[in-house]
């Protein structure tokens, strides 16, 4: 298994972008489907997230459109086959709404 990690940019009410990377490598995770993600509010109000749309616009670079409120505390999570995505959702870089 390949751990894997995420940055995140364009962060705003009605989404983010999401570069995944291997930790170890550094190489693109690519391939990844709407499916393979999982969104959660951590904080004001805990409880999942609708993801309406991810499109990946690069080699492991995501365009995730999801709406949420300024100031939630988001926490993105994936899932595929080779991949460990535990840094991704350990908590160590939540994506905060502004």
Do not use: Q
């Amino acid at each position: 298994m390949l751990d894997a990690d995420a940055v995140y940019s364009s962060i705003s009410a009605s989404g983010f972008t999401a570069t995944i990377k291997t930790s170890a490598y550094g190489t693109a995770v690519e391939g990844l489907l709407l499916a393979d993600f999982s969104l959660a509010e951590i904080s004001p109000t805990p409880g999942s997230v609708t993801i309406s749309s991810v499109t990946e616009t690069s080699a492991g670079v995501y365009d995730i459109v999801a709406s949420s409120t300024s100031g939630d505390v988001l926490r993105l999570s994936a899932s595929k086959d080779r991949f460990d995505f535990a840094e991704m959702s350990d908590g160590t870089n939540d994506i905060t709404i502004p």
